[in-house]
């Protein structure tokens, strides 16, 4: 069974965008191994708490991927 699973920060997508998600990894997973896997592939998108991931050293909040606060300094 194919199996994707993404990690976002929690809060960060809408139901229509974690869909968008869901559907264009099926349809890739589809398109590798044909229409036989469509059927089986599950998706998972695992939301991660506000602070609970970091990326170059530096932790990583909602208001930061959405622009809504600083990021921090070099």
Known sequence: MPFANFKVPAD???????QLIVDRTTD???EVY???????????VEE????????GGHVL???????T???PAE
């Open 61 to 67: 909040t909602a208001a930061m991927i959405n622009g």
């Open 34 to 44: 044909g229409e036989r896997a469509r059927q089986n592939t599950m998706v998972l």
């Open 28 to 30: 890739l997973y589809a």
């Open 12 to 18: 960060t997508l809408t139901p229509a965008q974690k």
């Open 48 to 55: 991660v708490a506000d602070g609970g991931w970091g990326i």
């Open 69 to 71: 606060d600083a990021a």
